[in-house]
């Protein structure tokens, strides 16, 4: 892999194009690779930050997906736990993500790198959601005795 080749995307991609090619062509594919050679390399969409970056989204959403039932009653107090848990895993993955944001705030703007945000932040979801995906469907073939290579099919030039 030539990691100083330079690709554009022609494609105009609405976000649900988006977050079904960020699951179901990157990421279930990546961990099916990574699985099969047992071997996750520090490069690339790999190294610990945005491991760490996939984590702490993963805390967000969950957090922040109890606060309603928190606040319908059912646990209340726990709410300020769960907004403090939601605002300090985003606090986290904005610090460990600052040299990106910092340049897309020198190339775009400040403002541009604020609305960026929450997309990086539904990318690491997708991420996380993939490699859960990935190691099912991984388990589900060793058991099924599949064998473990097969990927999901890419489309090229289409």
């Not at 997309?119 to 959601?129: E, I, R, S, T």
């Not at 190691?135 to 589900?140: G, P, R, S």
Request: charged residues 20%; proline residues 5%; contains cysteine.
């Amino acid at each position: 892999m030539d990691k100083d080749l330079c690709v554009k995307h022609l494609k105009k991609l609405g976000f649900p194009e988006i977050v079904k090619i960020d699951v179901l062509d990157r990421a279930i594919p990546w961990t099916m690779l990574i699985l099969r050679f047992r071997s996750m390399p520090a490069d690339l969409n790999l190294r610990w930050e945005q491991r760490a970056s996939v984590l702490l989204v993963g805390v967000a959403a969950s957090a922040l997906g109890a606060l309603p039932v928190a606040a319908a009653g059912v646990y209340p107090q726990a709410w300020p736990a769960l907004a403090g848990a939601t605002a300090l895993a985003l606090a986290w993955l904005a610090f460990l993500n600052r040299r990106f944001y910092r340049f897309l705030a020198q190339r775009k703007g400040r403002w541009f790198a604020l609305r960026a945000f929450p997309l990086h932040a539904v990318h690491f979801l997708c991420a996380g959601l993939g490699f859960a995906l990935g190691v099912l469907k991984y388990v589900a073939g060793s058991k099924a005795g599949a064998p473990a290579r097969q990927l999901a099919s890419t489309k090229c030039g289409g």
